[in-house]
């Protein structure tokens, strides 16, 4: 027969055991959360960023969108060089 004082022992090590698991299971949810709401933040701001560039661009003329690419307008033959 095993004595109760075994079966106590047992059942705290499995209490335990139990508790740790939890612990690591709601850690590591709560780590995967985090993550996911930083890169949820860090996709709008991009966003954002690229609907200020493309409201830049948007509202550009010829000769302003040649110079922002670097080239050089010339306005006798309307083209960029």
Not at 14 to 29: C, M, N, Q, R
Not at 39 to 60: F, G, H, M
Request: charged share 20%; glycine share 6%.
């Amino acid at each position: 027969m095993i004595p109760l004082r075994l079966w106590a022992s047992l059942a705290a090590v499995i209490a335990v055991l139990g508790l740790l698991t939890f612990s690591h299971v709601k850690a590591y949810h709560a780590g995967a959360a985090a993550e996911r709401h930083a890169t949820l933040n860090r996709s709008v701001e991009v966003l954002r960023e690229r609907n200020a560039t493309d409201d830049q661009i948007r509202n550009l003329d010829d000769a302003g969108l040649c110079s922002a690419l670097g080239g050089r307008w010339m306005p006798d033959d309307s083209t960029c060089q």
